[in-house]
């Protein structure tokens, strides 16, 4: 059986130049069809590959943005934010006695939002070579605002992801945070007496991420994550807290010391 790819080759195209051709339809995402012949005088079978839908290429592709964004960003939300960001900051840049400060931060995260967007584009279609040079186009706009030089390609794209994962911890909260804060950073958290609530007070707000549950065994609060004071009153519990390891700790930190 002989295969070999039609347009824009011929039966009697050479393998290295099938190769090439082979390679170029695909990293374009045109369909390549191969024809596909079988016993003498029967007629040929045409089969049309699509590049787009090839299993592996997907899989590598949905890798590269787990691996770059392990929040799976959706890029609609995030063309959303970066639209209303926009809109923030023209309107921040031309109110009467405007906010440096606060006309830097809505036009920052408008860029933040918009070049990872395109950077997700660009990780799900690896032949999409417009949407990595819009990216970093737009990353090195936002490295401008942070006093820092442009970067080629890739590094500013690897800049990005960094960026933004820093951004997701200690930046600004957004005006729709997961938390339910709507950007102030804090909210009204419940205090119980009896399991009542009987008052509330400002709490800071975690993002939509709350903290991870407490051990069964935590001699505090039995895995509830709450105690109750003498008074009655619950409050969080701070028997069981999370510990980085620290046995790589510089030797002159006088806290490290036996």
């Known amino acids: 059986m002989t295969v070999f790819a039609t347009n824009p080759l011929t ?68 063309m959303v934010q970066a639209a209303t960001e926009y809109h923030l900051w023209q309107d921040a840049r031309r109110a009467p006695g405007a906010d440096p400060a606060l ?15 395109l950077d997700l584009v660009a990780l799900q279609s690896q032949g999409d070579i417009h949407s990595a040079a819009q990216c970093a186009r737009a990353v090195n706009e936002l490295r401008h605002l942070n006093g820092i030089g442009a970067a080629e ?39 119980h007496e009896d399991g009542v609530a009987v008052h509330q007070e400002p709490d800071t707000c975690d993002r939509g991420n709350p903290a991870p549950p407490h051990p069964q065994d935590c001699p505090a609060c039995g895995g509830t994550g709450f105690t109750d004071d ?29």
């Open 153 to 191: 390609r890739e590094t500013a794209r690897a800049w990005l992801r960094t960026t933004y994962r820093t951004w997701q911890t200690e930046g600004p909260h957004p005006w729709n945070c997961e938390g339910g804060c709507a950007g102030q950073g804090f909210v009204m958290a419940y205090i």
């Open 230 to 258: 003498d008074n009655g009153w619950s409050q969080p519990c701070l028997g069981y807290l999370e510990t980085e390891d620290d046995t790589v700790a510089a030797a002159d930190d006088p806290w490290n010391r036996p």
């Open 11 to 78: 039966p009697d195209t050479g393998d290295r130049q099938t190769a090439y051709s082979v390679r170029a339809l695909a990293a374009a995402r045109r369909p390549i069809g191969f024809v596909v012949t079988g016993a003498p005088g029967a007629a040929p079978d045409v089969v049309r590959y699509h590049p787009e839908s090839d299993p592996v290429t997907e899989a590598l592709a949905c890798a590269a943005v787990r691996d770059a964004y392990p929040d799976l960003p959706s890029v609609g939300r995030l």
């Open 103 to 117: 006309t830097r931060q809505h036009h920052w995260t408008h860029l933040l939002h918009h070049a990872v967007a």
